[in-house]
């Protein structure tokens, strides 16, 4: 292997970009990070940036209780199999992975449980110089075995095991341990290969409690600046300080509890009580309406617009008719009034529906309006609409179960769907169930059509992947056998210039649109994160579900 040099963690912003862009940089052990204090009242929308917490004169204090909102039980605690932010929320403060973001230190990858990384020069080979003197929560050492063991997990998952990084990890040839290292080799150079690994179901486990206890659905031993504590199913879940932190004066936390709380008014009324410190993601956010109203009420409050916003989008079950017929599948989506998404769903702040909602990717805004699907008025994507069907033998329409979780935005999307699919004769039934059961029965294709969401887990397209291709973890609707999809998808991946590919997922998402693939957005809706003002060194961060330790987060009272 040619190897690059092993460069210093205050050069990382330099260092992301060249890692996106496939070259060979490398990282060592972050600075120690100085307090900060949000500033920002003003919420902005996604796509502009958010004001930059000032440094405060304060020093950090150790100690208190955080306690952030959560929506729902978690489907499982194995976060390796979980697609869910019901367990990534709770959990990711309980683990490590091998990089990671940390927007409250800076910009750019942070070394985790590997202090330094090295690329080879033809992007082919990746080095991780795993940490010494880590210690897992039950008292074993971290060794690299536990890092091979935990990614081929993830890359090779054995039987019954449903890893959350399926179809991303296809350009692994092998995973082995050299020394204190671990060798990460690939068949081809993978453009999103970082920020993959800082993807949260990355997480490293110890090998023996795995191999022990057969899955980690009940059991939580990480390495992360929190040890988990308990967990009840309705209530809440609890984690606590680990005192054996591998950084040191770290978390300063005591411990942060996250209250299961179902109902919108439920939740809204404990942020604006001060029983909770802050809301939680995703779902726990608020809605544009519920944030002027806590803004009126207490304006003390900081308010953060919701870094990637999940964004609902409707999946066919392809497998049977009538939905195998692309005729149908096209009429569905030509029947649904996009802007019409937004100002219900949505309350007229967000974006209009996309594939990608990263800046800068997928079919240009000026175009999209004008497209079918898009085109405001209605009436010509009616009238095309109800051709289709009656040329796929369905013009009297046809029943359609639509599956969606408990949360608001999956049943109030679905719900509004009904009334959509009713214009072209299909009569659609929501189904409410619990996660466990919603993801259940995706996975073993028990369902006619979903109600779920699209995400950018990490600041890369490549996420997206697993909603599509053949062996995409979240490909519940059994779109195997679009040649051209799974073709194009391969060739963004391997593209090293981001020019190119950014013409590339371009054409995916013409591709997608123009023959009504079964992922069919709704709409990119706004959301924002509500913080009391003690809590200090928040930061929204580069996505929705990323690193979120909580390990820099302290409490000013």
Known sequence: MTSGKWFLAVSLLAVVGLLLAGCAPAAAPAPQPTAKAAVTQEAKPPGAPAATPKPAAEQPKSGGVLTISSVGNPPSLDVHQETSQNTWMILSPAYNMLVEYQPSQGKGLFPGLAEA???SKDGLVYT???RKGVKFHDGSPLTPGDVVFSLTRLWKPPRGVSSALGGVLEAVKSIETTGDQVKMSLDYPYSPMMSVLSYSPTVIYPKSVVEAKGDMKNTVVGTGPFA??????GLSAEVVRNPNYWLAGRPYLDRVVFPILRDNATRLSALRTGKVNMTGRSFSALAPSEMELVKKEK????FYPSATPNYPSLYLNIRNKPLSDKRVRQAISLSIDRQAALNVIGEGKGRLARLFNLEGWGIPEDERVKLPGYRQPKDADIAEAKKLMAEAGYAEGFKLNILARTVALSKDSAVFLTSQLSKVGVDAKVEVVEDAIFWDRGRNAKHEAMLYFSSLAIPDVEIIGRFLIKGGSLNYSGNDDDQKLNE???????????????????EVERHVLAEAQPHIPLLVPFFFLAVWPEVRNFSPGITEYGNNNLQEIWLAR
């Open 228 to 233: 988990f504590k308990s967990y009840t199913p």
């Open 299 to 302: 304006p003390n409050l900081v």
């Open 128 to 130: 991780f110089k795993i």
């Open 488 to 506: 194009l998808w391969q060739k963004q991946r391997r593209t090293m210039d981001e020019k190119e590919r950014k013409a590339i997922v371009e």
């Open 117 to 119: 990384w090295d690329i």
